[in-house]
């Protein structure tokens, strides 16, 4: 008699290990910062790839990563994968619509494709996005569905879906937008918590998101396994926008960087357990900067 293998579960556990990418300290940059299975960032890796800032990051097959688009003194599209040892290649010719401030997140039944949406064009916003295939691959333009706008967040979550939320075009808002397990992205969803942009998200506790910060605050905003968001979460840490956010651990999260209300650049994390809750600043490693992308691999 055969043994019975048990199904996958909604909860089970992701990446281990993260990165840090890009941003500017005043002046765009390249440089990187891994950050370990324990959620600790290490010390700044030479940038590989055209510096710039404003882009957005998310994980594509399993354990591999990819920088996308953002602002190198103009609006690009190119990308720049991340291996599963957390190797950072050179630039790839970019597909889709040049923007900046977009925003990235994982999706699919295997966790292995990814999407990026929204953001900031010459002449306002959009709310195209781009599928990213298992190898890595990026697609052309998606018709846009939702409110227009950039300076958003994006996570995974449940086993293989993906949710937009918060941003801002004309005003700040706090409408999210679900994105399916073959990354189709529903219409608006009413907004809950405060509206903001300039913030970041990722996953936790293997099938559940957070979004935090943004707009000098320091709440956040947990993510139900599906897909539903709660009301403001009483902040901890520094207040600060621009931040990025990515998985480790499996199942736990991480904060980083971003430009504190005096305008300053910082490099302090914040690190998020595996129920949701975030820990008082972690003194920072690295270069401070700002508008930053951040994803997890491995």
Avoid: Q, W
Wanted: net charge negative; hydrophobic share 35%.
């Amino acid at each position: 008699m055969f043994p019975i293998i048990p199904a996958a579960s909604a909860a089970d556990s992701g990446n281990e290990e993260g990165i840090f990418g890009f941003g500017t300290t005043g002046s765009a940059t390249a440089i990187t910062n891994l950050v370990s299975n324990t959620g600790v960032v290490g010390t700044d890796v030479t940038g590989v790839g055209t510096t710039r800032e404003g882009l957005a990051a998310c994980e594509y097959g399993g354990d591999k990563g990819i920088f996308g688009y953002g602002n190198d003194g103009t609006n690009v599209s190119m990308t720049n994968l991340v291996s599963n040892a957390g190797v950072v290649t050179t630039d790839v010719t970019g597909v889709g619509t040049v923007r900046k401030y977009t925003a990235a997140c994982n999706y699919g039944g295997a966790r292995d494709k990814g999407i990026f949406g929204y953001g900031t064009i010459d002449a306002g916003s959009t709310a195209i996005t781009n599928l990213v295939s298992n190898a890595g691959v990026v697609a052309t333009d998606t018709t846009g569905v939702g409110t227009v706008r950039g300076v958003l967040a994006a996570t995974e979550y449940g086993s293989d879906k993906g949710i937009f939320g918060y941003g801002h075009e004309s005003t700040d808002t706090d409408v999210t937008n679900l994105v399916s397990n073959v990354g189709v992205v529903t219409t608006d969803v009413t907004g809950v918590g405060t509206a903001r942009n300039s913030l970041a998200a990722c996953k936790y506790g293997g099938d559940k998101g957070i979004f935090g910060y943004g707009n000098m605050y320091s709440l956040t905003n947990l993510v139900s396994n599906v897909g539903v968001v709660s009301t403001d979460v009483t902040g901890v840490g520094t207040a600060r926008s621009r931040p990025g956010a990515c998985e480790y651990g499996g199942d736990k999260g991480i904060f980083g960087y971003g430009r504190n209300a005096s305008s300053s650049k910082v490099s302090m994390t914040n690190l998020v357990s595996n129920v949701g809750v975030v820990t008082t600043d972690v003194t920072g490693v690295g270069t401070a900067r700002s508008d930053i992308a951040a994803c997890s691999f491995n």
